[in-house]
C-alpha cells in the first residue's frame, strides 16, 4: 500500500454504495483471480505465436513496401516484447508458485519483476503511440491525392517508428527510479525437507516497492511520473485516436457514398474503380477497427492512471489490487487481437500468410487448384467477343478512378485517366 501525505480520499465508506461496490470488486476478484494466471498464459502463448507469424508475413517484400504494414511490423514486435515479459512472470510467479522447493522472491527475480514492470509500460505505450502514428499516416495518405506520395513510403514509416521508440523510452527511464527493491525482514524462505537442502538452510525474501525517493515530498516524483504515463502515455494518444477514427469513418462514409454515384453508372464501366476504391477502403475499415480495440482496452486505463495520480492511496488499495488483472487482460488482448483482424479482413493477407505457413510444394499445389477453379468459372460464362473487348478496354481505362467526387463518363469508349486519386494507394495498400 502506497500512503501519501495529505492524500483526497475516493472513497467515502459511510456511504452504502460505496461499501457495496467494494465488496462487488471483492467478489470479482475472488471469483476470477484464479483463472487469471492461466487464462493469461494462454493469451501470451497465442500471441507469441501469432506476432512471430505477423512479423514474417509483414516482412515480406511485397507486403512491406507499405507505410502502414511497416508501422503494424513495429507494433507487433512491441507486442512480442511484451508477451515475452509477461510469459515469464506468469510462469514464474503464478503458474509454478506453488512449488515448495524453488524460493519465489529471492533478489534475482524482484530485479527480473523491476525490468517487467519497466518494459511492459514502455513497449505497451509506444505500440499506443505507434497506432496513433498508423492512423496520422493513412489519413495523410488519403488527403494528399496523390498516387506513391511521401507518407506511403517505407523509410518514412521506419524514421518514425524509430522517433517514437526512442522519444518513449526515454520518457519511460523515470520508471527505475520510482520503483525499489527491498529485503522483507519479516519472514525468511525455509525449504521443506524433501528437497534436499541443507539442514537449516535460508534464504532472504525481497518485496517490490515503490521508492521512497518517489514517496518524499508527499509522492511528488511518483505522482509526476503517474501523471506523464496517465496524460502523455494514455489520454493524449486515446484522445487522437479517436478524432482520427473519426476521420477514417468519414473518409469511407465519403467513399461510399461516391461508390453508389459510380455504380449507377453502366455497371462494366464501374467495375475497376468500384473494385479499386473497395481495396482501399477495405485497408482504412481494418485499421479503424484496429484503432477503436487500441481505444477500448487502453482509454480505461488512462481514465485509472489519473484517478491514480488524485487519490494514490485509495485507488492502489482498492481499484488496482481488485482490477489490475482485468487491465493486464486487456493489454494481453490488444497485443494479440492485430494478427486476427489482418487475417479476417484482409485476402493478400491471408495468400501471404499460407505462403510463409504452407511448405512450398503444398502451397503451389493450393495456386494450382484455386486458378483451375477460376479458370472453370470464367469459361463457363462464355462472354461474346465484342463484349469481352468493351470489356477490357473500359477496365484499363478506369483503372484509376478516384473515390472522391466521381462522374459517370459520358461514353464508355471515352479515354480516361487520373492520376490524383485521393484515396486510391495505388499497389502499395492493396490488400
Known sequence: MIACPNDAKLFDFTNNNTREFIESLKTFHKFYAPIHGYLCLGLCVFGMLTNLVHVAVLSRPTMRNSAVNCLLTAVAVCDLGTMCTYLIYLCHFVVFKGN???PTFTHGWMQFLLWHVVLSITLHSTSLWLAVAMAFVRRMTLRVAQLNSKWQRPAMAWKVSLAIYGAVFALCAPNILVHDIAEYTQHVWKPPARCGYSENYTEKVYTFSVSRLATSNNCRIFKANIWMIGIVFKVIPCILLFLLSIGL?????????????????????????????????????????????????????????????????????????????????????????????????????????????????????????????????????????????????????????????????????????NTNSSSSDGKIDHL
Open 249 to 417: 469513418m468519414m473518409k469511407l462514409r465519403d467513399a461510399e457514398r461516391n461508390r453508389r454515384k459510380l455504380t449507377s453508372c453502366s455497371s462494366s464501366s464501374s467495375y475497376a474503380g468500384s473494385k479499386q476504391s473497395a481495396k482501399t477502403d477495405r485497408t482504412t475499415l481494418m485499421l479503424v477497427v484496429i484503432l477503436i480495440v487500441f481505444l477500448i482496452t487502453e482509454l480505461p486505463q488512462g481514465i485509472i492512471s489519473i484517478l491514480t495520480a488524485i487519490y494514490t492511496a485509495d485507488v492502489h488499495t482498492y481499484l488496482y489490487f481488485y482490477l489490475g488483472d482485468v487491465l493486464d487482460l486487456l493489454s494481453l488482448l490488444n497485443s494479440s487481437v492485430n494478427f486476427v483482424l489482418y487475417c479476417i479482413m484482409s485476402s493478400r493477407y491471408r495468400a501471404m500468410f499460407w505462403k510463409v505457413v504452407l511448405p512450398s510444394s503444398m502451397y503451389k499445389q493450393q495456386i494450382s487448384a484455386r486458378n483451375n477453379s477460376t479458370t472453370i468459372n470464367l469459361a463457363s460464362r462464355k462472354p461474346s467477343k465484342k463484349r469481352s473487348g468493351v470489356s477490357e478496354r473500359q477496365n484499363r481505362d478506369y483503372t484509376l478512378l478516384p473515390t472522391t467526387e466521381l462522374q459517370c463518363p459520358s461514353t464508355p469508349d471515352t479515354p480516361r485517366t
Open 100 to 102: 515448495k522447493c524453488n
